[in-house]
C-alpha cells in the first residue's frame, strides 16, 4: 500500500528524530507548529476530505494505515493532537468557512461519543493536550459543536494520567446542533477504526522491539529469548494482535457494526501488549527512558474515547442476546 | 454476529504479505445448512450419546450418515469434480463451527467424513483404494504419528520401518491413537535406516499388528495403543519418498490447527453464550466481552482458513488460532460451568461434555505449549514462514 510507505517515510523523516520531545507536556507549541508544517506539506492533511475540497481524500483503510504507522512514535499518540490538526468531521464538511479555517490554521476539532443526550449532563469529556473546537455526538440526538472558550466557560481542565485533559460539560453550553444523520454515525466508525489501528502501531512498535532485546539480553547466562516464561509472552502479544487485525478487517467492510468492536478489542490487545514489553523490558520498561509506559499511560485513555469500553460490552452484549434469543426461538 | 464478511479489504498479516481475501457467499450457506440440520436432526440425538465414548448405535450413525448424504452436507472442502462442494477451508471451518452446536461434533470422522488432505496427494493407486472411499464414507483413517517417547518432540520417534524385498517391516509402539476402532487404515510415521521418518498407509488389521490397548480419556475420545511387530507394508503404500514424511505432512497439520478444533472451540461457545441468553447467566457487559473475543477469534480463524486456502504456508497463523480458540472455549465453558453451578455439574446443559471433550485440544495435535513455541520461535528468528523440513 502505497500510503502505508508514505507514511512510514513520514514517522521515520519527521517523528523519529524529533522522538525526544515526548518527555514534554504538551509539546512545545514552536515544535508542534513545525510539525504540523511538515505534516501538511507532506499531504498528510484533512485525510478523509474529498481532494476536490482540499483534502487528502484518503480511503478509510488508508487512513487508518497512516494512523497505525504515526503511532509507532509515541509523538503521533491521540492525545498529543498533532493527528487532529487538519481534519473535519463528516457533519462539519458542508460548513465550508470551518472547512477553510481548519485546513489553514491546522485546527483540532474533538469528536466525543456522547452515551447520553447533551441536556442530560454532566459529561466528563477527554480531551487531548490541544485542540480548538469539540463536536459532541449522540446517535440519536445529533451533534453539538463547541468552541473552546465556550466550552471551557466557568471550569478547569483536570490534568489525566496522560498528556490529556477532563472537562466536565454540564449541559448547557452553547453551540451550533446538528440532527442525527447517518454521516455522524459513520464518522464515529471512522474514527473508531483509527484508533484501533493507531494502537495497533503502538502495540506492533512494542512487540517487535522487544525481540532484540530478548535475544541480547543476558541473565543467568543466557538470553531472555531462551527462556519459555519469556518465548510465551511474545507469542500471546503475536496472536492477539493477529485476531485484532483480522477483526480491523471485518470493521472496514462494515464500520457502523464493525467500529466499536475492533477498537474495543484492538484497544485491549494493545494496551496487554504494551505491558508484556514493559515487563521484558525489566527496570528499563518501566521508567521513562523507554517509551513504553508512556504509550501504556497514553492508550489507557482510548478504553474510554469514542465509545467507553464498557459502554461498547454493554452494547454488544444486548445485541448479542437479543440475537441468541432469537436463534433460539424457532 | 454470523454472517461473516465476504471481503477482508485491508490487512497484511503479520509478516507483512498482503492479505485480500474473499470468502464465497456459499460459505455461509454452508453454515447455515448445516446449522439447521444439527439443530433439527442431531441435538434431538444427544441423550444417546453414551458419557465416556463419541459413538451412536451402529444403526443410529448409519441413519445420521444417510440423512447428511441426502441433505448434501458432506465433503465441504472435497474438489468439485470428486464430488464435494469444493469449498475448500473455510467451507469446512463453516459447516464445523455450525456442527459444534452438538456435542455430537466428536462424530464428525464417522458422519461427515473429509479425508486428510494429504491423501488428495497419494498416488493414482493410494487415492483408488483410500482417498476415494473414505469420500464416500466407506473406509476410515487413523493417524499414528505419537509414540510413548516421542510426542510432542514427533521428530525424534523410533518406530522403525526396515526394507525387506518388495516393502518394509514395521516394528514399534504408537500411542493416543484416536478413532483406531472405527478405522481399516491408518497413516503411519516410521523410521527408515539412514533415510529419515517415512510415511506409510497400513490396513487394520495386518499381521502383527496388534491393538494393545483402548484407553478411554476425560471426554468421549477413545485412544489405543498399538503394538507393531514387523508389519509387512508393501511399497506401493509408501506415501512419498523416503524420509519425506514431515516435509509431506506438515501443510495438512497446520491446515488441520485451523479447520479441525477452532471451528469447534468457536461453535461450542456459541453455543454456551446461546444457553446462557436463555438462562439470563450474565450481565450485557459480560455478554459483550465474550461476544468480542469470539468475534475476535471468528475473523482469524476465518482469514486463517482462506490463507491457507490460497496454498499459503500458514504455520504461524495456524498456530495463533488454534491457541487463541482453545483458550478461549476453554474458558467460556469453565465460565459458564460456574453461572450453572451444581446443575452446570450435571448433564442437563451439556456444558460439561463439551468441556470434557475440548480440553483435549489443548494436547491432542499439538499442545498449546507448542503452539506457544511456534509462535514465538517465528517471531524471534525473524521469519515468516518455517523451514523446509522443520517439525511441529
Ligand atoms: C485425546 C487425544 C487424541 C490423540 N490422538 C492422536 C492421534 O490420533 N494420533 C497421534 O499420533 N497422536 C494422538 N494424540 C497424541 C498427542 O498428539 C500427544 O499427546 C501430544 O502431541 C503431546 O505429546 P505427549 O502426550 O507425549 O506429551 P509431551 O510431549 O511429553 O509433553 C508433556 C507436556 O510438556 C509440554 N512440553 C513439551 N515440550 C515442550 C517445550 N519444548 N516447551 C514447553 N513445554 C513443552 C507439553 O506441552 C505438555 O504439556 C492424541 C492425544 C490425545 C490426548
Known amino acids: ?330 | 454476529m454470523w454472517p461473516l464478511g465476504l471481503y477482508w479489504p485491508y490487512q497484511k498479516n503479520s509478516w507483512g504479505e498482503e492479505v485480500s481475501l474473499r470468502l464465497s457467499p456459499d460459505v455461509e450457506r454452508a453454515y447455515e445448512q448445516m446449522k439447521a440440520f444439527v439443530e433439527t436432526y442431531l441435538q434431538p440425538l444427544e441423550d444417546q450419546l453414551p458419557p465416556f465414548a463419541q459413538k451412536l448405535a451402529p444403526e443410529k450413525a448409519r441413519d445420521v450418515r444417510r440423512a447428511l448424504e441426502a441433505e448434501g452436507l458432506v465433503g465441504w472442502a472435497v474438489p468439485k469434480d470428486l464430488g464435494g462442494h469444493g469449498l475448500g477451508i473455510p467451507g469446512l471451518c463453516a459447516a464445523r463451527e455450525a456442527l459444534a452446536h452438538t456435542t455430537l461434533w466428536s462424530l464428525s470422522p464417522v458422519l461427515g467424513s473429509e479425508p486428510p488432505i494429504l491423501l488428495y496427494q497419494a498416488s493414482p493407486a493410494q487415492k483408488e483404494a483410500f482417498l476415494l472411499p473414505t469420500l464416500k464414507g466407506e473406509r476410515h483413517g487413523a493417524f499414528a504419528l505419537t509414540e510413548p517417547e516421542a510426542g510432542s518432540d514427533a521428530g525424534s520417534l523410533s518406530m522403525e520401518a526396515l526394507p525387506v524385498e518388495g516393502g518394509y517391516l514395521l516394528t514399534g509402539t504408537k500411542v493416543f491413537i484416536s478413532f483406531v476402532e472405527e478405522s481399516d487404515y491408518a497413516l503411519v510415521f516410521a523410521r527408515v535406516p539412514a533415510k529419515g521418518v517415512t510415511l506409510f498407509l497400513v490396513d487394520l488389521p495386518s499381521p502383527g499388528l496388534e491393538i494393545a490397548r483402548i484407553m478411554e480419556t476425560m471426554g468421549g475420545a477413545r485412544v489405543a495403543r498399538l503394538e507393531f511387530q514387523e508389519v509387512f507394508v508393501p511399497t506401493e503404500r509408501r506415501m512419498g519418498e523416503e524420509g519425506e514424511a514431515f516435509a509431506l505432512a506438515q501443510h495438512w497439520f497446520d491446515v488441520d490447527r485451523i479447520a479441525l478444533q477452532p471451528p469447534i472451540c468457536i461453535g461450542a461457545s456459541h453455543r454456551a453464550l446461546s444457553l446462557a441468553a436463555k438462562m439470563e447467566l450474565l450481565s450485557d457487559e459480560e455478554m459483550g466481552s465474550w461476544t468480542l473475543r469470539l468475534e475476535a477469534a471468528r475473523a482469524l480463524m476465518y482469514r486463517a482458513a482462506q490463507e491457507a486456502e490460497e496454498g499459503r504456508p500458514v504455520r504461524h497463523q495456524a498456530a495463533m488460532v488454534k491457541s487463541f480458540a482453545v483458550e478461549l472455549a476453554l474458558s467460556l465453558l469453565d465460565r459458564a460451568l460456574d453461572l450453572l453451578g451444581p446443575q452446570g455439574y450435571s448433564q442437563r446443559f451439556r456444558i460439561e461434555r463439551y468441556r470434557r471433550d475440548i480440553r483435549r485440544f489443548a494436547i491432542a495435535a499439538g499442545t498449546l505449549e507448542i503452539q506457544n513455541h511456534i509462535i514465538a520461535r517465528g517471531l524471534l528468528k525473524g521469519y515468516s514462514r518455517p523451514l523446509p523440513g522443520e517439525v511441529n
Not at chain 1, 121 to 144: C, Q
Not at chain 1, 214 to 228: D, H, I, V, Y
Not at chain 1, 305 to 316: F, N, P, S, Y
Open chain 1, 1 to 330: 500500500m502505497e500510503i502505508r510507505q508514505a507514511a512510514q517515510e513520514w514517522v521515520r523523516r519527521i517523528l523519529a528524530p524529533r522522538e525526544d520531545l515526548r518527555w514534554e507536556h504538551p509539546l512545545p507549541e514552536a515544535a508542534a507548529k513545525e510539525i504540523l508544517a511538515l505534516k501538511k506539506e507532506s499531504g498528510f492533511w484533512a485525510l478523509s476530505l474529498p481532494e476536490g475540497e482540499g483534502g487528502a481524500g484518503l480511503s478509510l483503510e488508508e487512513e487508518a494505515a497512516f494512523w497505525e504507522e504515526a503511532h509507532t512514535s509515541p509523538l503521533g499518540l491521540y492525545g498529543r493532537s498533532l493527528l487532529l490538526a487538519g481534519e473535519v468531521p463528516f457533519p462539519l464538511q458542508k460548513d465550508l468557512s470551518f472547512v477553510r479555517e481548519t485546513l489553514k490554521e491546522g485546527r483540532r476539532t474533538v469528536t466525543w461519543l456522547l452515551s447520553r443526550p447533551f441536556q442530560e449532563g454532566p459529561h466528563p469529556v477527554l480531551v487531548p493536550s490541544r485542540w480548538d473546537w469539540l463536536f459532541l455526538w449522540h446517535p440519536a440526538e445529533g451533534g453539538v459543536l463547541l468552541s473552546k472558550e465556550g466550552a471551557l466557560l466557568g471550569k478547569k481542565l483536570e490534568p489525566t494520567m496522560g498528556s490529556s485533559f477532563l472537562l466536565e460539560l454540564r449541559g448547557d453550553e452553547q453551540g451550533d446542533t446538528f440532527p442525527p444523520r447517518e454521516e455522524g454515525d459513520l464518522w464515529v466508525a471512522r474514527q473508531q477504526i483509527l484508533l484501533a489501528a493507531g494502537a495497533l502501531g503502538a502495540a506492533r512498535r512494542s512487540l517487535l522491539e522487544s525481540l532484540p532485546y530478548t535475544q541480547t539480553r543476558q541473565t543467568f547466562k543466557a538470553p531472555l529469548s531462551q527462556r519459555q516464561a519469556i518465548q510465551w509472552l511474545l507469542a500471546a502479544s503475536a496472536k492477539e494482535m493477529e485476531t485484532a487485525r483480522a477483526l480491523l478487517g471485518q470493521a472496514f467492510r462494515d464500520p457502523l457494526s464493525y467500529g466499536s468492536l475492533a477498537k474495543a478489542w484492538a484497544v485491549d490487545v494493545a494496551l496487554r501488549a504494551v505491558d508484556r514489553t514493559i515487563q521484558i523490558f525489566g527496570g528499563s520498561g518501566y521508567t521513562k527512558e523507554l517509551p513504553y509506559e508512556e504509550y501504556w499511560r497514553e492508550l489507557r485513555l482510548y478504553r474510554h474515547l469514542l465509545g467507553d469500553h464498557q459502554e461498547v460490552l454493554k452494547a454488544l452484549g444486548q445485541k448479542e442476546k437479543a440475537s441468541l434469543l432469537k436463534e433460539a426461538k424457532p
